[in-house]
């Protein structure tokens, strides 16, 4: 079973940035396609960026373009979002998830397989 671990949220503001990062126990075939999604209360899952890494094909959603960066390492197993110009609307719990092959929307979050715990993002002054 591939297990995954998010750290890098806090709390920032307005303007400022981090780093979050998800640590996978496999990084193969199982775990091909790594995106970053996010939920805030009362909202829907949302797609926020995702890598297919075989191709290094990524997806950034539009709210996000421009101000996020998604990246992975493999000798460390960890895919990275870089988040910039961070907004109040931002803020929401981030997950990190994985699955094998490459979803037709790699930013839909039914189509994958392993999350992790999650890691706390807040935007505000």
């Known amino acids: 079973r591939v297990t995954l671990v998010e750290s890098g949220g806090g709390s920032v503001q307005p303007g400022g940035s981090l780093m979050l990062s998800c640590r996978l126990s496999e990084y193969g075939s199982a775990t091909d396609s790594v995106g970053w999604f996010r939920q805030a209360p009362g909202k829907e899952r949302e797609g926020v960026a995702a890598i297919y890494t075989p191709t290094k094909r990524i997806k950034y959603a539009e709210s996000v373009e421009g101000r996020f960066t998604i990246s992975h390492d493999d000798d460390e197993n960890t895919v990275f979002l870089y988040m910039s110009n961070l907004k109040p609307e931002d803020s929401a719990m981030y997950y990190c998830?994985?699955?094998?092959?490459?979803?037709?929307?790699?930013?839909?979050?039914?189509?994958?397989?392993?999350w992790g715990q999650g890691t706390q993002v807040t935007v505000s002054s």
């Open positions: 998830a994985a699955v094998e092959a490459r979803p037709l929307n790699l930013l839909l979050s039914r189509s994958y397989k392993y």
